[in-house]
């Protein structure tokens, strides 16, 4: 790996801020200029949250539990709240029961152990039950839980207000895309077959390009003697226009199995979780 990173090896673009979550970072979403996450330490069976401020890394609130200590996870965020489930058996991974949260205060709002979450437009959440073999909808009052209305035999007046917030949504979170070579500009392209010496596993570089700015991510293979092969993660940040190497880095190393959306990118900042525990920021558009 040191071949690849001293071909563009230059001065680095110095880390906006890190966050080291503690635990194996499971998933982590964005809302307003909060990023939230979900943290997992499978030897302690233990589930956790955190928030932090987008800008500068610095938490809100984290290492937040809750009386159910594995069998939880984030469902959604939206605005000022965060959305867990519960599961209906912990051998089902169908989801069930809801709890809303305080995004700026990490406290339990409210909870219901019966409904299963859908959508939320605006201040009302829509969740959903079968009972008798039928299937139910529910408006709820998102900041207090209390039941509005409910749709059974008029369940698809629901159905086509989920399908019309669908169409209408649309996400500040930008993700890579996976490298064609059939299907990428020249510039790019070649940069990118410079940066990865025809080493990097096939299918899994990913990229991201704007304004001069070039966002990569390959694995390679460092240990051909593992069966199969162990791999690393390299993350590199290129100024097209210099030609110069902003940042480069392995962000994880040994891994069985690459995984894709390595980093994404929010009111351009650049974001990726470094060895699955920390979240690192750059600024490379500013």
Known sequence: MTSVISIFKEKQLKQTWTFDAGALIWRILTSNNYIIGETRNQEKKLTSFFCIDICTGKPLWQNISFDEPWWIGIESVKKKWMILHGFVRPDMPEHRGI???????????????????????????????????????????????????????????????????????????????????????????????????????????EYFSKSGILIVSQYRSEQIQSEPPLLNNVLIVYNLESKKTLYSKIIAKDVKVPSPDSFFIKNDFLFFIEHHKTLTALSPWK
């Open 99 to 205: 709890r809303i949260i305080d995004i700026e205060t990490g406290k339990l709002l409210w909870r219901n152990d019966y409904l299963s979450f859908w959508f939320i437009n605006d201040e009302k959440l829509y969740a959903h039950r079968y009972l008798f073999e039928r299937h139910i909808g529910c408006e709820l009052d998102i900041k207090t839980g209390t039941i509005l209305n409910e749709y059974s035999d008029n369940f698809d007046v629901l159905q086509n207000l989920r399908q019309k917030i669908s169409q209408e949504f649309q996400h500040d979170v930008i993700f890579p895309e996976v490298f064609d070579v059939n299907n990428t500009e020249l510039t790019v392209r070649t940069t990118i077959q410079r940066m990865t010496e025809s080493k990097a596993l096939e299918g899994w570089v």
